[in-house]
């Protein structure tokens, strides 16, 4: 019996690499997640291009239906400067996925980072506050009021959002109930949005002795971004001595990334287009990049940079284009190997069939002899119970 396997492999999409700042002098945690590929792939950490000290958990996830993996890695590690990377590699595919980030997260002076559909705090203290029983405090972002609060004999007395932004703010953006004691006046944005929350916020305080008089006694700004979840790096093999097409494409960023291609670690001659796709819900990006080039042996690699993140993701796939006699030999061996293949298996098949004869050959013969055996012993059986009785008959007639 001829068995053929088909072996499928299917590309990763990812990494996403995110990293969770710790608090004073803890270890950091990272987390590495890429989807839907085949088959499983090898994962391994980098810091600062060695193998890390640290704790490594990698999780491999079946999907049911498709029969494609997930790949979740954990790396816990104390680190306080270093650029830390995820790699994937899918050898079948020739695919390496690299995703980097730099534990230094710094969005600019006075500036705080907020990533998209995650809660922000923008902190502020103003301890004087507490020496005024009679008071008003107001959130404003680009000089508009998003939230106000006051209060009266040490009780808050009125806690308002801006008519204009009631229905963008509303339960966005919350105080805590006691700022004016403890003077913690920081405040919580539910989810960052692109849209909202690329701006300036201010708090502005006003006394009973000055109710006229608001002064700002802190100022942010929120520089927002997301995490690109790819690059998916597809490559289209040319027919001939043609170009080759490559494709390159991350999904669900902000804001606007930088991307280039690289040839064996250097810029690339050939054609490139980019195109970047705003999303309109929730205004993330989509980026796609087209290169075409003739190479025929060589690394081609898409980066992808996300600068307030630190976020560098790289796919990797090696470019092997064959040669005329090379592919007219393949394609020969191909032919004959298959031709091979057709006479093998009629062969089989022809013996299968030979020995199926054979055998109801002989059980014919042996059902034909087992029938004549019968036969015979019936007959013999016959003639025995005959003498016997002329025997008896012969002996009645003597007496």
């Given at each position: 019996?001829?068995?053929?396997?088909?072996?499928?492999?299917?590309?990763?999409?990812?990494?996403?690499?995110q990293?969770?700042?710790?608090?004073?002098?803890?270890?950091?945690?990272?987390?590495?997640?890429?989807?839907?590929?085949?088959?499983?792939?090898?994962?391994?950490?980098?810091?600062?291009?060695?193998?890390?000290?640290?704790?490594?958990?990698?999780?491999?996830?079946?999907?049911?239906?498709?029969?494609?993996y997930?790949?979740?890695?954990?790396?816990?590690?104390?680190?306080?400067?270093a650029?830390?990377?995820?790699?994937?590699?899918?050898?079948?595919m020739?695919?390496?996925?690299t995703?980097?980030?730099?534990?230094?997260?710094?969005a600019?002076?006075?500036?705080?980072?907020?990533?998209?559909?995650?809660?922000?705090?923008?902190?502020?203290?103003?301890?004087?506050?507490?020496?005024?029983?009679?008071?008003?405090?107001?959130?404003?972002?680009?000089?508009?009021v998003?939230?106000g609060?006051?209060?009266?004999?040490?009780?808050?007395?009125?806690?308002?959002?801006?008519?204009?932004q009631?229905?963008?703010?509303?339960?966005?953006?919350?105080?805590?109930?006691?700022?004016?004691?403890?003077?913690k006046?920081?405040?919580?944005?539910?989810?960052?949005?692109?849209?909202?929350?690329?701006?300036?916020?201010?708090?502005?305080?006003?006394?009973?002795?000055?109710?006229?008089?608001?002064?700002?006694?802190?100022?942010?700004?929120?520089?927002?971004?997301?995490?690109?979840s790819?690059?998916?790096?597809?490559?289209?093999?040319?027919?001939?001595?043609?170009e080759s097409?490559?494709?390159?494409?991350?999904?669900?960023?902000?804001?606007?990334?930088?991307?280039?291609w690289?040839?064996?670690?250097?810029?690339?001659?050939?054609?490139?287009?980019?195109?970047?796709?705003?999303?309109?819900?929730?205004?993330?990006?989509?980026?796609?990049?087209?290169?075409?080039i003739?190479?025929?042996?060589?690394?081609?690699?898409?980066?992808?940079?996300?600068?307030?993140?630190?976020?560098?993701?790289?796919?990797?796939?090696?470019?092997?284009?064959?040669?005329?006699?090379?592919?007219?030999a393949?394609?020969?061996?191909?032919?004959?190997?298959?031709?091979?293949c057709?006479?093998?298996?009629?062969?089989?098949?022809?013996g299968?069939?030979?020995?199926?004869?054979?055998?109801?050959?002989s059980?014919?013969?042996?059902?034909?002899?087992?029938?004549?055996?019968?036969?015979?012993?019936?007959?013999?059986?016959?003639?025995?119970?005959?003498?016997?009785?002329?025997?008896?008959?012969?002996?009645?007639?003597?007496?």
């Amino acid at each position: 019996m001829l068995t053929l396997v088909c072996f499928c492999p299917a590309p990763f999409s990812g990494p996403v690499l995110q990293w969770e700042e710790p608090e004073d002098s803890g270890e950091s945690n990272f987390l590495c997640h890429a989807t839907g590929g085949f088959p499983e792939p090898a994962l391994y950490w980098l810091v600062d291009g060695d193998a890390p000290e640290g704790s490594v958990r990698t999780e491999m996830e079946a999907l049911p239906d498709s029969g494609l993996y997930n790949v979740t890695s954990y790396l816990t590690i104390n680190v306080s400067d270093a650029n830390v990377s995820c790699v994937i590699q899918n050898p079948p595919m020739n695919q390496t996925l690299t995703a980097t980030t730099h534990t230094r997260v710094s969005a600019g002076d006075q500036c705080v980072l907020g990533i998209v559909g995650r809660p922000l705090s923008l902190p502020c203290f103003y301890p004087d506050a507490a020496n005024s029983t009679h008071a008003s405090v107001e959130w404003r972002r680009d000089g508009q009021v998003v939230l106000g609060s006051s209060w009266a004999g040490g009780k808050v007395d009125n806690v308002t959002t801006s008519d204009d932004q009631e229905k963008v703010d509303k339960d966005r953006v919350t105080m805590s109930a006691d700022a004016h004691i403890s003077g913690k006046f920081s405040l919580t944005v539910s989810e960052v949005d692109t849209q909202e929350d690329q701006a300036s916020y201010s708090l502005w305080f006003s006394s009973q002795g000055t109710p006229s008089t608001k002064v700002p006694v802190c100022t942010l700004c929120v520089r927002v971004t997301a995490p690109f979840s790819g690059p998916v790096l597809q490559w289209e093999e040319p027919e001939d001595s043609g170009e080759s097409n490559f494709l390159c494409h991350a999904t669900g960023g902000f804001p606007e990334p930088a991307l280039y291609w690289l040839v064996d670690g250097d810029a690339p001659e050939g054609s490139v287009r980019t195109e970047m796709e705003a999303l309109p819900d929730s205004g993330l990006y989509n980026v796609t990049s087209y290169l075409t080039i003739n190479v025929s042996d060589a690394n081609v690699s898409c980066v992808i940079q996300n600068p307030p993140m630190n976020q560098t993701l790289t796919a990797t796939t090696h470019g092997v284009r064959r040669s005329p006699v090379v592919r007219r030999a393949t394609d020969a061996m191909w032919m004959f190997s298959t031709a091979l293949c057709v006479v093998v298996g009629v062969m089989v098949a022809v013996g299968v069939g030979y020995q199926i004869h054979l055998d109801r050959q002989s059980k014919k013969k042996k059902m034909e002899y087992l029938r004549r055996s019968r036969r015979d012993y019936c007959r013999r059986r016959h003639e025995t119970e005959e003498t016997e009785v002329i025997s008896v008959q012969s002996e009645e007639t003597n007496v």
